[in-house]
T-cell receptor, first 115, second 115 residues
Framework: GAVVSQHPSRVICKSGTSVKIECRSL??????MFWYRQFPKQSLMLMAT?????????EQGVEKDKFLINHASLTLSTLTVTSAHPEDSSFYIC???????????FGQGTRLTVV | AQKITQTQPGMFVQEKEAVTLDCTYD???????LFWYKQPSSGEMIFLIY??????QNATEGRYSLNFQKARKSANLVISASQLGDSAMYFC????????????FGKGTTLSVSS
């Protein structure tokens, strides 16, 4: 299957700082990328959908000014958690889909801990 | 109403036995896709199997098969000949409508395989 690389896999940051998470499609052009958040032992909750070159569409309850999503190219999307707080600690995972794909392929996920 | 329901928080099975993980879904779309993913403790989402709403035959992928009962809106995953490495969280997911929409996940089932 297609490869999606997410970086970093783990990050610890101080409260009030910002963290950027990258999601790259390595062998296909990702026209659409999805960002999910997962709390321990819970399901994946969709945060936002982004299409290359346009603004992301955020799910209800997700603060767009706090979770900045950029999808400037067909192989890269970034999620920036701004002014992170301990309650933002979670597992963040992206998935990417190309025009020819039935399924969306997932990155490895990023475990964010805010201290 | 939940779109994807997984009623088994945890399942236990012995090695070499078969196990069925339940999933029911709710949609008014005629075109949709059903997915199963495995999530080990590392967090990565491993795609297992896909069933399209118009597929007449049940999907199979190696030891995995999907028991698709459209009238009952169920899409149970059957794992034959369980292995210790199958111990993980399993998520059922649905994509409604066209292929560019995000996946909606169930709450997951934790499968434990013992020797």
């Amino acid at each position: 299957g297609a490869v999606v690389s997410q970086h970093p896999s783990r990050v610890i940051c101080k409260s009030g700082t910002s963290v950027k998470i990258e999601c790259r499609s390595l062998d296909f052009q990702a026209t659409t990328m999805f960002w999910y958040r997962q709390f321990p032992k819970q399901s994946l909750m969709l945060m936002a959908t982004s299409n290359e070159g346009s603004k992301a569409t955020y799910e209800q309850g997700v603060e767009k000014d706090k979770f900045l999503i950029n999808h400037a190219s067909l192989t890269l999307s970034t999620l920036t958690v701004t002014s992170a707080h301990p309650e933002d600690s979670s597992f963040y995972i992206c998935s990417a889909r190309g025009t020819a794909n039935t399924e969306a392929f997932f990155g490895q996920g990023t475990r964010l801990t805010v201290v | 109403a939940q779109k994807i329901t997984q009623t088994q928080p945890g399942m236990f099975v012995q090695e070499k036995e078969a196990v069925t993980l339940d999933c029911t879904y709710d949609t008014s779309d005629q075109s949709y896709g059903l997915f199963w993913y495995k999530q080990p403790s590392s967090g990565e989402m491993i795609f297992l199997i896909y069933q399209g709403s118009y597929d007449e035959q049940n999907a199979t992928e190696g030891r995995y098969s999907l028991n698709f009962q459209k009238a009952r809106k169920s899409a149970n995953l059957v794992i034959s000949a369980s292995q210790l490495g199958d111990s993980a969280m399993y998520f059922c997911a649905m994509r409604e409508g066209w292929a560019g929409t995000a996946l909606i996940f169930g709450k997951g089932t934790t499968l434990s395989v013992s020797s």
